[in-house]
Structures are given as C-alpha cells and as structure tokens.
C-alpha cells in the first residue's frame, strides 16, 4: 500500500506553524509521517526554517527530515534532539555518504538518500543494504511550482527493477494527474507538499486516492 506523506518546504516561522496547525486539524493525517525540508542557500537556491523552528512547534506525526544541504553531517545531532525519526540527505552534497548513513544509524534513525534527476541510481549500489529508503526527485530540488519531470518515472521503474530492500519515495510536483502514474511506475511512498496544502487538506487527499485506485 502506497504512503501518502505530507510535506512542508517553509521559509519563514510563521508560514511553518500555520502549516502545522493546519495538518493537526486534519482529520486524515493523526498519524504516520510528515517530511519536512531544509535548505541552506548553498546546496539550494532557498533558505528554509531550521530546526529550532520546527522544535518549537510540536506534531504528533513521526518526522523525517529532507536535508537539501552542503553538509548533512552539521545537522544530524540536532535532528535527533528534535526527535526526527528519519533523515533525507543528498548524494550530491558534499559529505562523505558511509559517514552520513553511520551518523544517522548511530544515533537510531532511519537513513534516505535522495536523488536528483540526472544522478544515475546505478551511483546508489555501494549503499543499497545500508540504507532504508531512496528519494527520487521529481523537480530540480529547493523551490515550489516547478512541473514534474518525467524523467523520474523512469528512475522510479529502474529502482524497482533491481529489487532492493529500499522504500522508493517521491518528491516534487505530486499531485492527482501524475499520482497514478507514479505508483503505477513502482513508488512506496508520495511525498506531497504544495497540491495537499493549498485548500481543503482531506479534500486534497480524497482526490489522490481516488486517481490512485
């Protein structure tokens, strides 16, 4: 059964909270996850909230972290005080990957490697046991609004092909007119931000399943 996983990519604190309070009174989101992204202008174009931020404001959802960073090392520790279940970060950014994974692993988290679209998933095998889940991405990484890249289709069906022991997940422009194709090409999981959001959140929701099945 495909995972539908709520996402926020804030940059101010007050955009943040709003977003929290509006998924605390969703009916459909009570529990499961919710991915929330980081940005630091570097790795990025974009600035996000940090993690002081989204400390101060409390969901019952288990929280995975999208480390859209140069350095995920810098922001382990404090995800794990933040009581992050789950850390995203970039095989294109600029740490070592067996020294991310480990530091994640040590501190009792689930690792995820995200992908962007013109990193070949072939890049992933030296990890694929060490790792619980792969992030394709669907956009170029760090800005809203962007149209989904089909490209990633084929990614998504050449990960499932290999048969790893990874959840596949998706991000970047989800929304009711690709979710079937997506979950169709092999994705566990759909990361959604912007179409689930805007408006009526368990509205949003009932229209993805509805495509879906």
């Known amino acids: 059964m ?3 996983i709520p996402a926020i990519l804030d940059t101010t604190p007050e955009d943040f909270r709003n977003h929290v309070e509006q998924l605390k009174h969703s009916a459909s989101f009570q529990e499961g996850w919710i991915h929330i992204d980081f940005a630091d202008n570097e790795f990025v174009q974009n600035k996000t909230v940090d993690i002081t931020t989204v400390a101060k404001n409390p969901i019952s959802l288990n929280k995975e972290a ?33 020294r991310c994974i480990s530091k994640i692993k040590q501190l009792e988290m689930e690792a995820g490697i995200a992908l962007n679209i013109d990193t070949p998933i072939e890049k992933l095998e030296p990890f694929k046991d060490k790792i619980d889940l792969v992030l394709i991405m669907a956009v170029i990484p760090g800005l809203q609004g962007q149209p ?8 998504i069906k050449a990960l499932k092909k290999l048969s790893w022991s990874v959840r596949i997940s998706v991000d970047g422009a989800v929304r009711d007119s690709n979710a079937k194709q997506i979950v169709e090409a092999g994705a566990d999981q759909l990361t959604i931000g912007s179409y689930l959001l805007k408006g009526d959140i368990d ?8 495509v879906i099945k």
């Not at 989904?148 to 990614?155: N, P």
């Not at 509205?203 to 509805?210: A, D, F, H, I």
């Open 2 to 4: 495909v995972q539908i």
């Open 66 to 98: 999208h480390l859209m960073v140069m350095h995920p090392l810098q922001w382990i520790d404090k995800l794990k005080e933040a009581f992050f279940k789950r850390v995203i970060f970039h095989f294109e950014s600029k740490d070592d990957i067996l």
């Open 148 to 155: 989904f890249l089909l490209e990633a289709l084929d990614k």
């Open 203 to 210: 509205e949003n929701l009932e229209n993805l399943w509805e």
